[in-house]
């Protein structure tokens, strides 16, 4: 089993609440990593049909044959169980660690757990493994390699071959989640979608593009979007406003959670077809801004990110918030290190009070600071240490 940097804060919040909720996107982990973490819980799961059978019909009697300590593995299969568990944590309400709850769709289990366990759970993210928690792997493999083979557990765990993975995983969620969250009549078209949002990985959402291209409506390419973020396969990178310039772009960006499945959607199929490839630099990105936020959800943090953009093209790509201070992060794909590199962020310090400890992520091998305000620069695999900000 790979470590989990979430393991720490998985066990510090049961030691605090009744209840822990750890959302994620499906395969990433979660069953692994909390029977992992606590051995003498019980557990089971609602995917099984003969046990939400029965925790539906009399959740009384399921919970005397299943008495917490309990994992409840893919909670949103039967969201109405998070009640019954409200009810069970409220009777002993000074016990902490009763509970476990698993889910890999936020759309009506969210809404069920803030509506039943408001106070009473912590929730967490696990997301696919970070750079950290593969460490050794990422050393030994090209970037490249990486962008290719993205980052879910069973391709370290059991070395799956990373195309077939995404082609059975990304079939999987479209016959069977999609249909559960949304009433989509084409599916055709909502594969089109994804493809779509594949290639502007990275860029500003125009929404009526993507509907043209599609051929549905606007509202439906935000009804789909929603689909996507509820099931971890994408995030919205938003906006970041500060005193520097109110004109600003207010659209957001989008990236994938996996950067592994937007290779697959690009056709990408081994390391080879990326290096010429238009996109790599935005598969660079999105692998590196992805593992920022990979950072913030196994810290148990709230992903405070945005990204600085003006009317006139000034850009920086990553605005970290960490307290009163902000980071500025540029992401580059470049083996050789330039003042180009760093050109946005000395500006961006000097317009922002605010801003603190810059930082250039790049696939090159040269570490120094440079400059008037001492931009640090790094490669990819060194990660984004939140703890480092001061």
């Known amino acids: 089993m790979i470590d989990r940097l979430l393991a720490k804060t998985l066990e510090s919040e049961l030691a605090e609440y009744p209840v822990v909720t750890v959302f994620g996107p499906r395969q990433s982990g979660k069953t692994t990593l909390v029977r992992a973490c606590c051995p003498n819980f019980g557990y089971v799961s609602m995917e099984d049909k003969e046990t939400r059978d029965a925790a539906a019909s009399d959740y009384k009697s399921f919970f005397v044959n299943h008495p917490p300590p309990l994992i409840i593995d ?22 902490c660690g009763q509970f476990i709850l698993t889910g890999s769709q936020q759309t009506q289990l969210a809404e069920a757990v803030d509506e039943s366990l408001a106070g009473r759970t912590s929730i967490l993210d696990l997301l696919p493994l970070s750079s950290a928690e593969v460490q050794n792997d990422v050393r030994a493999l090209s970037t490249d390699e990486c962008l290719t ?14 195309f077939n993975y995404y082609r059975n995983y990304f079939r999987t969620y479209v016959e069977r989640d999609v249909r559960r969250l949304v009433n989509v009549k084409n599916l055709l078209q909502f594969e089109r979608f994804v493809t779509l949002l594949a290639g502007r990985v990275g860029q500003v959402v125009n929404f009526t593009s993507l509907a043209n291209e599609t051929g549905v409506s606007v509202p439906t390419i935000s009804a789909w979007l929603s689909v996507l973020e509820a099931s971890f396969l994408v995030f919205r990178l938003p906006p970041h406003f500060s005193n520097v310039s109110k004109r600003v772009v207010k659209s957001p960006k989008v990236y994938f959670t996996d950067v592994g499945l937007v290779s697959y959607l690009l056709g990408i ?39 600085y953009r003006t009317e006139k093209g000034f850009e920086v ?34 317009g922002d009070p ?20 001492k931009v640090s620069v790094r490669n990819w695999r060194d990660g984004f240490c939140l703890d480092k900000i001061h």
């Open 354 to 373: 605010a801003a603190t400890s810059p930082l250039l992520i790049y696939d090159g091998e040269e570490m120094r600071d440079f400059g008037e305000h």
């Open 269 to 307: 199929e081994n390391p080879s077809q990326i290096a010429a490839h238009p996109l790599r630099g935005s598969l660079f990105e999105n692998m590196v801004v992805a593992d920022i936020r990979k950072g913030f959800a196994n810290s148990g943090r709230e992903p405070r990110m945005a990204f």
């Open 149 to 162: 083979r993205g980052f879910m557990p069973e391709l370290y765990s059991q070395r799956k071959r990373a």
């Open 74 to 95: 893919e909670v949103q299969r039967l969201p109405e169980i998070v009640a019954a568990v409200q009810s069970i944590v409220d009777s002993k309400r000074h016990l």
């Open 317 to 350: 790509d990553v605005i970290v918030s960490v307290g009163s201070k902000v980071v500025p992060i540029e992401i580059k794909s470049s083996m050789t290190f330039g003042k180009n590199l760093v050109k946005n962020l000395e500006p961006y310090c000097e």
